[in-house]
């Protein structure tokens, strides 16, 4: 039976290698962790698939703003033409 410092030590190692990978990696790695530290992996799994939903989640709200900034940027133009058809300044 391992000591708990040396246990310690093995999960906080599965946890840095498993928050460097990305993707599908992630899974595996923490399968991996799974078989190789039990129940402490599971807590380490947890706090790296949120730190995947973070990084889409992110992403997803980065293209959702810049679909938003585009929109808004083309009805300004709108506008700007129906003002100089008017006659007046954008």
Do not use: F, H
């Not at 840095?16 to 402490?40: E, H, N, R, S, W």
């Not at 698939?49 to 293209?63: C, L, Y």
Request: aromatic fraction near 2%; hydrophobic fraction near 40%; charge should be positive.
């Amino acid at each position: 039976m391992q000591n708990p410092p040396r246990k310690l030590a093995a999960v906080a190692v599965v946890l840095a290698t498993a928050l460097m990978l990305q993707g599908c990696l992630v899974g595996a790695v923490v399968g991996t962790a799974g078989a190789i530290v039990g129940g402490a992996a599971q807590a380490t799994g947890a706090v790296v698939g949120a730190g995947v939903d973070a990084v889409t989640t992110s992403d997803e709200e980065t293209k959702a703003r810049r679909e938003r900034e585009q929109r808004e940027y083309e009805r300004e133009q709108r506008r700007c033409e129906q003002r100089q058809r008017q006659g007046r300044d954008c």
